[in-house]
């Protein structure tokens, strides 16, 4: 009795549980307790786990003095959950520094499955702070590797040749009890690199060949490496035609016609009796060498590249060249132009202008050529100065102004300010809506009318109301139609502008239910509004016939294409793109935001770098191979696998959206979402860092946005793009 009161008395404690009638008394679950620890290194962890057992883990991460950590530097210990090569069922992202309200020591929870967790910190800049856990099942430890063997098949000759090509396929077991195999790798000839097995491999180049394979479990263990020798043989053909072959240099040219710091060599062959089989190329008199993607030659001077090919049936053709000049880029032009701005109009004895101001704005450049010359209105956007700006309404103003050369030098804002008064004292203008657009929009659509100011001093954008919620579409014809009748009376518009803008109401599908008016058309594939984008450091864009524009076009070099009419806060920005990379290669390139005007950074040699440091891109990279950052990835900072990136055909036009909130991201391609991120940035960082300088340490919560240009081989091509303000 005593026994069964101690018994009773520690599950009423929660010290005891007691099995069901009939049943076993359960065995405690196997625990264990992983720990890594961080210090003042920024480019590994001080201490790390190689190896577990599946099952309920504590995990312990601590970055504190303890631990070595003397400058209150943050690390994180996150584990990966994108990418579909590792396990991902673990969302641990954990952040600690000295100085928390937990000394820098933080523990956690989680149960792990057999397989690897790849781990790593996810602050910028801390280099390959990365590793891989390797989780393995029971209490066993598997230390056997596993079992491979290949086998090779085709047509063969009475030599034993394979005819035409060889398939070679790869099989890879682990022994019961053992942890699984992971994955299989094969490499071709004795210096390819490891390539991922999921196919048999397929061998079609005429000659004599060596497959490598190997495998490696879940546990780590990896198998000898093994491999097959087979010869590749031409079907027996009448082929007595060598190759065509022919070269193309491209890259940015002088006016001599030489190559401004590099030339890019692409060579073809093609092949229509035994087909191609190889492809070589020699610079100078240097030895002959595979070719297998375009060649490009740095070195300053004259060069020569030769190239050759031979078919399958043995035809050698005859080798060519191809001769080029490759010269330094001339000195940069790192002046900006010289502005000056006068104001003109009717004074009063306090020195106002009366009813108003005529504000004419100049600009030379003694390094080069003005290219643009643009005016902000009390603190407005930039707008592209053309004529002299009329101010006429009343109150204080300031006009800011700067110009830019050809080399992409921007002179510093400079500003005047003044005061606008009424004849008769009016009153300021109570108008619904403020809008200093430069022609009328109604909703997106464009009727080319200039956004003049009307007689009771509101511009016209402002009387039409596009930005209100209307109920029907019929009611805001309704008010539209009222609007212009009275401008057409008054002489603002004449009959020709009055239709126009009435067309553009029609078409604008303002109060119509499910209407998505609102999005503003920054680019529509018109030499017109490409003009209003900006370029800075190398590539190019070029417009294109079919109303898109194509990156890498004319010029190689990594650079950006930006929008400098307006900063954007919370919006919505909505784009076409296209993958257009030439041969297997892919498209790479990457949608800019929030990021500061990009010559107002003069610590920064490269004004292109601004939008890198200070905003957030949002990747367009479908590769395979390559950067770990796919489409969708906000590069440096949230990673999407190729996977989770929802991979189309090349060629085939995507649709994509990047909605930005407060500092909630989010991406969503062809209507799905891709990714999610919140932007909390270095706000825990201490001291906060300089090359993270929004508020709080997060990046800014406004600012411009734009495309980049990745080279002449990372080729996409643009369309439509939109952006709604939210």
Request: glycine share 12%.
């Amino acid at each position: 009795m005593l026994t069964a009161l101690l018994a009773a008395l520690l599950v009423i404690l929660g010290l005891q549980s007691l099995p069901a009638a009939g049943q076993p008394e359960p065995q405690a679950a196997a625990a264990q307790t992983l720990t890594w620890t961080a210090g003042n290194d920024i480019d590994k962890y001080t201490s790390v786990p190689a190896t577990a057992e599946a099952g309920t883990t504590t995990i312990v991460f601590e970055n504190s003095v303890a631990t070595g950590n003397t400058t209150g530097m943050p690390h994180t210990l996150t584990f990966d959950v994108s990418d579909p090569e590792y396990n991902n069922d673990v969302p641990l992202n954990i952040l600690a520094n000295p100085n928390d309200d937990q000394g820098g020591k933080h523990t956690a929870e989680v149960t792990l499955t057999p397989g690897r967790y790849r781990y790593y910190c996810t602050i910028p800049g801390h280099g390959q702070m990365q590793g891989i856990l390797v989780v393995t099942e029971g209490t066993g430890e598997d230390t056997t590797p596993p079992q491979t063997s290949a086998q090779v098949s085709g047509s063969q000759n009475s030599q034993g040749q394979y005819v035409g090509s060889a398939s070679v396929a790869i099989n890879a077991t682990d022994e019961d009890g053992g942890s699984g195999v992971d994955r299989v790798e094969y490499a071709i000839g004795d210096t390819g690199a490891w390539q991922p097995y999921t196919t048999p491999v397929v061998v079609d180049q005429v000659g004599s060949h060596k497959v490598r394979y190997r495998a490696l479990d879940k546990a780590g263990n990896v198998a000898a490496e093994k491999s097959v020798q087979f010869t590749v043989v031409a079907p027996s053909t009448d082929d007595k035609t060598p190759p065509e072959t022919s070269a193309t240099v491209t890259g940015e040219q002088n006016a001599d016609g030489a190559y401004i710091d590099m030339a890019t060599v692409t060579v073809s062959a093609s092949d229509t009796g035994s087909g191609v089989n190889t492809i070589e190329y020699a610079v100078g008199d240097g030895a002959w060498q595979p070719y297998t993607a375009p060649v490009m030659v740095h070195a300053v001077g004259t060069h020569t590249v030769r190239y050759r090919a031979t078919d399958k049936a043995g035809n050698a053709a005859a080798e060519k060249s191809v001769q080029f000049t490759v010269v330094s880029a001339p000195p940069q032009d790192t002046t900006p132009p010289v502005t000056g701005v006068s104001v003109d109009g009717t004074r009063n004895s306090a020195g106002a202008y009366v009813n108003n101001a005529k504000v004419t704005v100049s600009a030379t450049d003694h390094g080069g050529e003005v290219a643009s010359i643009e005016y902000s209105l009390d603190g407005g956007p930039y707008l592209a100065y053309t004529t002299p700006v009329i101010v006429d309404r009343v109150g204080p103003h300031t006009v800011a102004y700067r110009a830019s050369d050809k080399a992409g030098n921007t002179s510093e804002s400079r500003t005047v300010s003044f005061t606008v008064v009424a004849g008769g004292g009016v009153p300021a203008p109570n108008c619904p809506e403020f809008d200093e657009r430069l022609t009328v929009l109604v909703g997106t659509v464009d009727s080319g009318v200039p956004n003049r100011v009307t007689n009771n001093r509101c511009r016209i954008n402002e009387l039409i109301e596009d930005e209100k919620e209307w109920t029907s579409h019929a009611l805001f014809l309704k008010h539209v139609r009222t609007v212009l009748t009275t401008l057409l009376g008054e002489g603002v518009v004449d009959q020709r502008e009055h239709n126009r803008i009435l067309k553009a109401a029609r078409e604008s599908g303002i109060g119509k239910p499910g209407q998505t008016e609102g999005y503003r058309t920054i680019f529509d594939g018109t030499a017109g509004s490409l003009a209003k984008w900006a370029h800075v450091g190398g590539g190019s864009f070029g417009l294109n016939p079919d109303g898109s524009m194509t990156s890498g076009t004319t010029k190689a070099g990594l650079g950006m294409l930006w929008f400098p009419e307006r900063k954007y806060g919370d919006f919505s920005l909505r784009l076409q793109w296209r993958d257009d990379a030439p041969g297997t290669g892919n498209a790479n390139s990457g949608v800019f935001v929030r990021f500061p005007y990009v010559h107002d950074h003069p610590e920064e040699s490269r004004p292109e770098w601004v939008a890198i440091k200070y905003g957030h891109e949002v990747q367009v990279f479908d590769s395979p191979s390559g950067d770990m950052y796919k489409t969708g990835s906000v590069y440096g900072f949230d990673r999407v696998g190729l996977a989770g990136a929802g991979v189309t055909q090349k060629g085939t036009w995507n649709d994509y959206e990047i909605r930005v909130v407060d500092q909630h991201y989010s991406v969503y391609r062809n209507g799905v979402l891709i990714n999610e991120f919140d932007n909390i940035g270095g706000q825990d960082f201490t001291p906060p860092r300089s090359d993270d300088p929004g508020t709080d340490g997060r990046r800014f919560a406004s600012g411009y946005v734009g495309l980049q240009v990745h080279g002449t081989t990372d080729v996409v091509s643009y369309r439509d793009i939109r952006i709604k303000e939210l």
